[in-house]
């Protein structure tokens, strides 16, 4: 079995980059695929405090790469959802593309679908590692600042056509009417990258992660366009 990679990017922080990764992973579990969500964030990790799992982790896969754990072992089930399961790249560092490879070959092969929450400002991997069904996820803000941010990181091709997909987030219509946020059209057009979805802005969404609940499961408005943009990339 080899799991369908989404790999999860953006150019600036507090776009809801991570926000974005664990709703889709949270999705793809809840469609019964068999999920990982690995976090490459380093010391900016928080998937692993809404999943309830910060005291639990313990173990990373820079462990794994040395020896001292098996992969098993790194790998720590989502108590709330039966099918997903968490990874952290390392506890204490960002990591390269690089050195993702050999982490991404092997989880590759243990799930339906592996969802990569990639630090802020990198979107590159390796040839190898993403295939023709596979995703980037460039999440950002339809505003200036995000929108040259975004530009930079689809610079850079695609290896083996694999696809690049936008996905706005934190649209507020009040910015929207004063023209400092654009249109889903507009930021299509601006970056020639087709738009996956729009996300408004939603102030429940701290509140429920608070309860341990991601984004996809808010109280708000947020809910709703999460479910509508990621659904069909994880359905049967």
Known sequence: MMGRVFAVCSGSGGVGKTTV?????VC???????TILLDASGPARSADLILGLSGAVSLDMADVAAGDATMEAALYPAVRYPLLRFACASLHDEVTAPE???TILALHSMCDVLVIDLPTGQAALEERMLTGEDMRIVVLRPDDA???SAEHLLGGALPSGAQ???????????LLRAGQQYDDQTVQMTL???VLGAIPEDRTIP?????GRPAIECDGPAWTALSRALSPLVGP
């Open 28 to 34: 793809a579990s809840k469609a019964g695929k068999q």
């Open 164 to 174: 690049s997909m936008l996905l706005l987030n934190r649209i507020q219509p009040a």
């Open 21 to 25: 990764a664990l709703s889709l992973a």
């Open 207 to 211: 509140l429920s992660a608070a309860k």
């Open 192 to 194: 020639d990258c087709p």
């Open 100 to 102: 993702l490879s050999g």
């Open 146 to 148: 995000s929108i040259r």
